[in-house]
């Protein structure tokens, strides 16, 4: 009884150490890959917008490059004169 005991004792300290030797082994072989062993949380992939928001954007980005072109032509004026 003893026996099977320390035996199962044992066999879980042995379990415990392979599953450590093997973390260990991932890491240094991910280290030698990537130059790092640091663990690195990757962004989800984003949403795609819905269609209002698509037309929000591009409308907003309509009225940004005019008023670019608005002051790049108001600065071309005053540098001709």
Same mark, same amino acid.
């Given at each position: 009884m003893a026996d099977s005991l320390l035996n199962a004792i044992f066999a879980v300290v042995d379990f415990v150490f392979d599953l450590s030797k !093997?973390?260990?082994s991932t890491k240094r072989? #991910? $280290? $030698? !890959?990537?130059? #790092?062993?640091k663990i690195v949380n990757v962004p989800p992939d984003p949403k795609p917008l819905p269609p209002a928001a698509q037309r929000a954007l591009a409308e907003a980005e309509e009225r940004e490059r005019a008023r670019e072109q608005s002051l790049q032509a108001a600065s071309g004026t005053d540098q001709a004169s």
């Open positions: !093997a973390i260990d072989l #991910s $280290q $030698q !890959a990537t130059g #790092s062993d």
